[in-house]
Protein backbone atom coordinates (compact mmCIF):
# COMPACT_ATOMS: atom_id res chain seq x y z
CA UNK A 1 0.00 0.00 0.00
CA UNK A 2 1.33 3.63 -0.32
CA UNK A 3 0.82 6.34 1.99
CA UNK A 4 -2.26 8.57 1.58
CA UNK A 5 0.14 11.81 2.41
CA UNK A 6 3.43 11.46 0.30
CA UNK A 7 2.35 8.41 -1.62
CA UNK A 8 5.38 6.26 -0.74
CA UNK A 9 5.52 3.05 -0.04
CA UNK A 10 3.75 1.94 3.30
CA UNK A 11 3.82 -0.95 5.26
CA UNK A 12 1.04 -3.82 5.01
CA UNK A 13 -2.53 -2.50 5.41
CA UNK A 14 -1.35 0.64 6.64
CA UNK A 15 -2.67 3.92 5.16
CA UNK A 16 0.14 5.76 5.75
CA UNK A 17 4.28 5.69 6.26
CA UNK A 18 6.30 5.43 9.41
CA UNK A 19 7.36 9.31 8.89
CA UNK A 20 4.30 10.34 8.02
CA UNK A 21 2.23 8.76 11.04
CA UNK A 22 5.11 10.48 13.11
CA UNK A 23 3.92 13.55 12.43
CA UNK A 24 0.54 13.03 12.51
CA UNK A 25 1.16 11.84 16.33
CA UNK A 26 3.60 15.10 17.06
CA UNK A 27 1.10 17.17 15.60
CA UNK A 28 -2.09 15.70 17.42
CA UNK A 29 0.02 15.74 20.34
CA UNK A 30 0.77 19.60 20.45
CA UNK A 31 -1.89 21.01 18.66
CA UNK A 32 -2.17 24.52 19.27
CA UNK A 33 1.31 25.52 19.24
CA UNK A 34 3.02 28.33 17.10
CA UNK A 35 4.31 27.50 13.72
CA UNK A 36 8.11 28.24 15.01
CA UNK A 37 7.45 25.41 17.68
CA UNK A 38 5.88 22.71 15.12
CA UNK A 39 8.21 23.06 12.77
CA UNK A 40 10.85 22.32 15.11
CA UNK A 41 8.85 19.60 16.50
CA UNK A 42 8.62 18.10 12.97
CA UNK A 43 12.18 18.29 12.10
CA UNK A 44 13.02 16.66 15.53
CA UNK A 45 10.70 13.56 14.68
CA UNK A 46 13.59 12.62 12.13
CA UNK A 47 11.10 12.81 9.01
CA UNK A 48 12.75 14.40 5.80
CA UNK A 49 12.33 17.73 4.93
CA UNK A 50 10.24 17.11 1.80
CA UNK A 51 7.79 14.87 3.64
CA UNK A 52 7.38 17.26 6.27
CA UNK A 53 6.75 19.99 3.89
CA UNK A 54 3.83 17.26 2.29
CA UNK A 55 2.47 16.73 5.49
CA UNK A 56 1.77 20.32 6.19
CA UNK A 57 -0.18 20.64 2.79
CA UNK A 58 -1.97 17.60 3.46
CA UNK A 59 -5.72 17.48 4.56
CA UNK A 60 -5.66 14.79 7.38
CA UNK A 61 -9.25 14.96 8.68
CA UNK A 62 -11.14 16.74 6.25
CA UNK A 63 -10.81 19.43 8.21
CA UNK A 64 -8.41 21.60 5.76
CA UNK A 65 -4.40 21.33 5.31
CA UNK A 66 -2.29 20.94 8.33
CA UNK A 67 -1.04 24.20 7.96
CA UNK A 68 -4.14 25.61 7.63
CA UNK A 69 -5.03 24.00 10.82
CA UNK A 70 -1.88 25.81 12.93
CA UNK A 71 -3.18 28.89 11.30
CA UNK A 72 -6.24 28.95 12.85
CA UNK A 73 -5.21 27.90 15.67
CA UNK A 74 -3.04 30.88 16.44
CA UNK A 75 -5.30 32.94 14.95
CA UNK A 76 -7.92 31.86 17.67
CA UNK A 77 -5.59 32.04 20.41
CA UNK A 78 -4.64 35.64 19.61
CA UNK A 79 -8.82 36.60 19.46
CA UNK A 80 -9.25 35.30 22.55
CA UNK A 81 -6.17 37.15 24.15
CA UNK A 82 -7.45 39.89 22.70
CA UNK A 83 -11.30 39.36 24.10
CA UNK A 84 -12.70 39.17 20.79
CA UNK A 85 -14.91 36.88 20.18
CA UNK A 86 -14.36 34.92 16.62
CA UNK A 87 -13.99 31.98 15.44
CA UNK A 88 -11.51 31.23 12.51
CA UNK A 89 -11.64 27.94 10.87
CA UNK A 90 -9.14 26.33 8.57
CA UNK A 91 -11.17 26.47 5.72
CA UNK A 92 -11.27 30.31 6.00
CA UNK A 93 -7.51 30.36 6.36
CA UNK A 94 -7.22 28.16 2.87
CA UNK A 95 -9.65 31.39 1.60
CA UNK A 96 -7.42 33.95 2.52
CA UNK A 97 -4.65 31.95 1.41
CA UNK A 98 -5.90 31.19 -1.65
CA UNK A 99 -7.02 34.77 -2.52
CA UNK A 100 -3.40 36.41 -1.60
CA UNK A 101 -5.07 39.22 -0.12
CA UNK A 102 -2.24 39.13 2.52
CA UNK A 103 0.04 40.53 0.33
CA UNK A 104 -1.56 43.57 -0.34
CA UNK A 105 -1.51 44.75 3.39
CA UNK A 106 1.68 47.09 3.21
CA UNK A 107 -0.23 49.05 0.66
CA UNK A 108 -2.98 51.75 0.23
CA UNK A 109 -6.26 50.53 -1.56
CA UNK A 110 -6.74 51.86 -4.89
CA UNK A 111 -8.53 55.21 -4.99
Given at each position: ????I??????????????C?????????????????M?E???????????????????????????????????NDL???L?????????????????????????????
Amino acid sequence: MRCRICMQPARWWRRRCDDCRRLATVFAAHRGADMATMMELFVASGAPRDKVEKFLSADLDGEGAVCDQIAADMTNDLLQALGRAGRQTPRGVEYLRQRGGWMTLDRRPPE
